[in-house]
């Protein structure tokens, strides 16, 4: 990392970073913005490999300067940097395009290690951070997703085909052609990453069919 900036609004925060940053890169320049209006001033005069983001700015929130950098800057490195570790508030962040989120409570040498390793390709996530993206996941991974997947034929006939019935069979109950029967077969068996009536009958009961 070459450049990087530091949107912070706190003096002595920026002063924290800035450290942080020079035990993760040397040689690497530093800029400071405490305020969003100054950093997207500086993001318009000078490029930045590295962006550390506040998400409470006097005069806004940090995710207008990830949206920012997200659309004028794609290249750039941006990692929230925070004390808020709420799950509305990571998911917004790494939703916005943030590949990273650090929390301030975490040791500098612990934060100067996990930015060095993106430069190897590694997310900056704080360890608390990590466990409750994983938690969330768990919890609206693909039993809430996948219902929404799947058109109200598909599930009709998965439905069907969970019950032991033939194509023919659901294609009579259904009153469609064999052929769409199979069509839809084909495309749950896709959507649900299923490759057998056996795996489509337990997704439809977890389902609720």
């Known amino acids: 990392m070459k450049n990087c900036l530091i949107i912070e609004d706190l003096a002595e925060c920026r002063r924290w970073l800035r450290e942080i940053v020079a035990a993760a890169f040397q ?60 799950d509305p508030h990571i998911v917004a962040a790494l939703s916005a395009g943030a590949q990273g989120y650090l929390l301030k409570e975490q040791p500098a040498e612990l934060l100067s290690r996990q930015l060095a390793d993106l430069s190897v390709g590694i997310p900056a996530l704080s360890p608390s951070i990590a466990r409750r993206i994983m938690k969330h996941f768990q919890r609206t991974g693909p039993s809430d997703l996948e219902p929404s997947l799947l058109t109200e034929r598909e599930k009709q006939t998965l439905s069907l085909i ?12 259904m009153g469609i052609a064999p052929s769409t029967v199979a069509s839809h077969v084909k495309s749950i068996y896709r959507k649900l990453s299923i490759s057998n009536r056996a795996e489509a009958s337990w997704h439809a009961t977890r389902l609720g069919l």
Do not use: W, Y
Request: charged share 25%; glycine share 8%; hydrophobic share 45%.
């Open 162 to 173: 969970a019950r032991g019935l033939r194509n023919g069979e659901v294609a009579k109950q």
């Open 27 to 86: 040689k690497c320049q530093v800029e400071e913005a405490d305020n969003l209006k100054s950093a997207l001033v500086l993001a318009e005069k000078m490029s930045f490999d590295l962006v550390l983001i506040d998400l409470a700015l006097p005069d806004g929130f940090g995710l207008d300067a990830l949206r920012h950098f997200g659309r004028c800057s794609p290249e750039t490195i941006c990692v929230i940097v925070t004390v808020m570790g709420q």
